[in-house]
């Protein structure tokens, strides 16, 4: 049997992960307007960056797959919790 060519596979993101679709999937006007705003493409890059925004700002750390509330994050809970 002869041997094929190697050919390179071409392969295309999907359209909602392509630049200039920020926020199409997404059916709440203002939170796609917002998204766009930001660059977001999709909804879980939104989440991604308040997650790392709340490790940032050291409510949270993550133990492997895991979020951990910190100390500072069980105070405000407290504190606003009636």
């Known amino acids: 049997m002869p041997k094929r060519p190697n050919r390179r596979r071409v392969t295309r993101k999907h359209a909602a992960f392509r ?14 307007e917002a ?7 999709h909804a ?13 700002q050291k409510y949270m750390h993550r133990n ?5 509330p910190t100390a500072k994050a069980e105070q405000l809970i407290q504190f606003l919790t009636p």
């Open 19 to 32: 630049d200039g679709n920020s926020g199409r999937l997404v059916e709440d006007e203002e939170l796609a």
């Open 35 to 41: 998204m766009k705003e930001r660059g977001s493409r």
């Open 64 to 68: 492997q797959r895991e979020l951990v």
């Open 44 to 56: 879980g890059h939104a989440a991604r960056d308040t997650i790392d925004g709340l490790i940032y």
